[in-house]
């Protein structure tokens, strides 16, 4: 036993710290007789396993640092060269490179590490470097550990309380993968058509036969040399699957190749491959590969070799091929053909526009220059069209409308195959006039059944012809194998006549009173089927269309109001009218609203028979209303207003953000919202018409009510909100609500009922009044339709309630 003595020098310094010397040579630094900090050391992981030829590495780890490491010096020997090496050591904390020394055994047996100045993590587990060990040999060999020296980055030397080894085990690496295939299965026979020569060498230079379009196989380019004919289509094609085993070690991934032998050697070789599946599989991994509708096309009749390939493997199987009969052949004969055929002039069709039944009208004339479209035909509004024509979506034009003489069309059709089937005949018209019946001008089809070489006479009937103008027409009939052709000469017949008045032609009412006129077509031959008119009083300072009612017989009927009453445009269909004579059409109610008379001018857009045939309207025929005064109100029509300054948003645009309608289609009641609304712009910065609700709407969705169903205390809640839309709420106004009630109705505010209490809100909230203006010359709703009209404002026709309306918010111009 050797004893190696270790002197260690103490020096006491001033005041009496104890100076140690240590690593750092020729410095002293003070060392308080603390105990040392106390760690284990460790390689990780403890074990591990690599392949022959592999690498894998182990850390050495400082189980619980202290004030970081500094300096480390240890070694790491693998016990069993022969099995392991050391190939390589990395270092942490950047230790200084020139304190730095790491040797490693030229075998790889061992490494020694030796550095300072270090810079790690100052606690916790730290590691100091990692050691890479190859696997050289099949076995296992321990690696071993040892710490030499071990200190703080401030040179304070680590008591290591242990150290933990390391083992390593070497194996053998798996073999490569190896895909096995078995269980091929495919039919034993295949039919294919038997029409065309074949193009392959199977059956010599030009003999055998397969149906036209069959896909070939040839020597062309594509995978593995194999190729297709455009357009092939075999009768039968071959279905095969196949399972694939992986008897390898590891997983891989293999191109798995369906091949087909069509040269007749009687083995599918590489350049015969038809298709290809890339095919990954586990460790003894087995996937079921299918291979569907592969084409046989190209084979002429004969026993066929076929198999599956993996590079690894493979399987082969035969299929005997067969070829088929000839297909179904629909062969078309024997066109019937009129030589012409007469239509009406004209055709009116009423189609519905919207969920409310509002409806209008399109005509259809027959003639070169309106242009043409069929039967079953989606058109936009406006265009010319035929009778069953879908004018918009959803809708379909009016039932019934026949033509004076249809096409009446036969042909002979003829299965020429050897097999039964069903085939789609169709009847074509020339619609566009380019000389010949294409696909999309099909106007009828039949689903015709046939056996082999039945023949069967198909009649398209009553063809409607009233889409096509005057003049010579292809048509024919088609099926997907043949096809046949003719032309027919249309002719136009004339339209009935009629002439449409206002009747009576002359009204006299009272101011405030109103009259009516009915529509009428007269001398009708044929009833009335579909109408279309429009009605304009000249001067709607005088009078205005407040109704039009049509006949309780009426199936489609819609009316549209101007904003002021002035027009109206009416549409509809009519069933069960007189066949011929007088027929009313509707009932307008024009109400008189000032003294004087104006005309009332009758305008026909459109007029047709019970049958759909079109009128010619030879003449309309107008009236007029002479108003007279009874002394009542004293009102009387002002000249119009100079025109405002133009508004940012108009009325249309108001009604299209709040109902999604144009404002001529709205309500008396929303018409009257839309106007108040309108009348208040502008509007405050950033404020779209969308944002504002109305006083009904705030109503509902604070308490599900209507505004005038509310008490008085939620009356002018509401009324505040909508008034708030539009600009603040008077803070110091020159009237208390006191004053204006007073003013109004001789009472106090709190006084008033829900309704007036709503009134006098609303008069309050709109000050400052235009200069010179005092409460009681503000008039409400109310009072100025009770002045003007002798009624209530809810009362009044959709004309009227603008007007009101109008007369209301000018009062208040000052505050816009």
């Known amino acids: 036993m050797t004893v190696v003595l270790v002197a260690l020098v103490v020096t006491v310094g001033v005041g009496g710290a104890v100076l140690s010397t240590g690593s750092s040579a020729g410095v002293l630094s003070p060392q308080l007789f ?247 599989l586990g460790a003894g991994e087995s996937e079921t590969i299918t291979f569907e509708s592969l084409d046989t096309g190209g084979l002429g009749p004969g026993e066929y070799t076929y198999g599956v390939y993996t590079g690894d493997d493979s399987a082969t199987a035969t299929t005997a091929v067969e070829a088929s009969r000839k297909p179904a052949d629909f062969q078309v004969t024997n066109l019937s053909r009129p030589t012409n055929v007469t239509v009406p002039a004209s055709t009116t069709v009423v189609k519905n526009t919207s969920d409310d039944d509002e409806t209008t009208v399109v005509e259809n004339t027959t003639g070169a220059d309106t242009g043409t479209v069929a039967d079953n035909t989606t058109v936009a509004d406006g265009i ?198 007088n027929v009313t059409i509707a009932t307008v109610t024009v109400d008189g609203d000032a003294v004087g008379t104006s005309d009332i001018g009758l305008t026909t857009n459109a007029l047709g028979t019970d049958a759909d045939e079109s009128y010619n309207v030879t003449g309309t025929n107008g009236a007029s209303i002479t108003v007279e005064g009874t002394g009542g109100s004293g009102w009387s029509p002002s000249p119009d207003p100079e025109p405002a300054e133009e508004p940012e948003f108009t009325r249309e645009d108001i009604s299209q953000a709040k109902y999604g309608t144009d404002f001529g289609n709205l309500s008396v009641e929303t018409a009257g919202e839309v106007l108040a609304i309108s009348n208040r712009q502008p509007f405050p910065d950033g404020t779209e018409p969308a944002d504002i609700r109305t006083r009904d709407e705030i109503t509902d969705d604070r308490y599900g009510y209507d505004f005038d169903e509310l008490d008085r205390g939620t009356t002018i809640e509401v009324q505040n909100a909508y008034d708030e839309q539009f600009g603040s709420l008077p803070s110091d106004p020159a009237f208390g609500r006191d004053d204006i009630a007073q003013s109004k109705y001789g009472v106090d505010f709190g006084n008033l009922s829900a309704e007036t209490a709503g009134e006098v809100q609303a008069i309050y909230n709109r000050q400052p009044l235009p200069d010179g203006t005092e409460p009681v010359d503000v008039r409400t709703r109310e009072q100025i339709a009770e002045d003007r009209h002798g009624r209530s404002f809810d009362e009044l026709g959709r004309g009227r309630i603008i007007e009101v309306q109008n007369a209301y918010d000018e009062q208040f111009a000052g505050d816009r």
């Open 34 to 280: 603390d105990q040392q900090p106390e760690t284990e050391v460790r390689l990780e992981p403890a074990s591990d396993t690599v392949d022959s030829g592999g690498s894998t590495t182990y850390d050495v780890v400082v189980e619980d640092a202290d004030g970081g490491v500094g300096v480390y010096d240890f070694t790491v020997d693998v016990d069993d060269s022969t099995i392991a090496s050391i190939t390589d050591v990395s270092l942490n904390g950047n230790p200084g490179e020139a304190s730095t020394d790491v040797t490693v055994a030229e075998n790889g047996s061992v490494t020694d590490v030796d550095a300072a100045r270090a810079n790690t993590n100052d606690t916790g587990r730290v590691t100091i470097a990692t050691v890479t060990v190859t696997g050289d040999d099949i076995g296992d060999s321990d690696i071993r550990l040892n710490v030499d020296a071990l200190e703080t980055e401030n040179n304070e030397a680590y008591t290591t309380t242990d150290t933990t080894d390391a083992s390593i085990t070497v194996e053998t690496p798996p073999g490569p993968p190896d895909f096995r295939v078995a269980s091929l299965n495919g039919p034993t026979d295949v039919t294919v058509p038997a029409s065309t020569t074949l193009l392959d060498d199977r059956t010599g230079a030009e003999g055998g036969v397969v149906a036209s379009g069959a896909a070939v196989v040839g020597e062309a380019t594509g995978i593995g040399g194999a190729t297709e004919v455009d357009g092939a289509t075999p009768e039968g094609g071959l279905d095969v699957d196949v399972d694939v085993t992986n008897d390898g070690e590891e997983r891989g991934t293999r191109l798995v190749e369906f091949r087909l032998d069509h040269d007749g050697n009687g083995r599918p070789d590489a350049d015969e491959t038809v298709t290809v599946r890339h095919v990954s």
């Open 384 to 581: 010319i069209v035929a009778n069953g024509t879908t004018v918009a979506d959803g809708t379909t034009a009016t039932d019934g409308t026949t033509p004076e003489e249809g096409v009446d069309v036969s042909v002979d059709v003829t299965n020429d195959g050897d097999e039964n089937a069903t085939r789609a005949v169709e009847f074509r018209l020339d619609r566009d006039g380019n000389g010949r019946p294409d696909a999309d001008e099909t106007v009828a089809e039949r689903n015709v059944s046939l056996e082999a070489g039945e023949t069967e006479t198909v009649t398209f009937g009553d063809l409607d012809a009233r889409a096509l103008g005057p003049g010579e027409h292809a048509y024919g009939v088609y099926t997907d194998d043949d096809s046949t052709t003719a032309t027919v000469a249309i002719e136009t017949a004339p339209a009935p006549e009629t002439a449409v008045s206002l009747r009576p032609d002359a009204a006299t009412v009272d101011e405030r009173d109103s009259a009516t006129y009915d529509v009428v077509a007269e001398g009708a031959d044929g009833g009335v089927g579909a109408y279309d008119f429009t009605l304009t009083v000249d001067d709607s300072r005088i009078a205005s269309i407040s109704d039009v009612a049509v006949p309780g017989n009426s199936t489609v009927s819609a009316t549209r109001l101007d904003d002021d009453g002035a027009s109206v445009d009416a549409t509809g269909r009519l069933t069960d009218t007189n066949a011929s004579g």
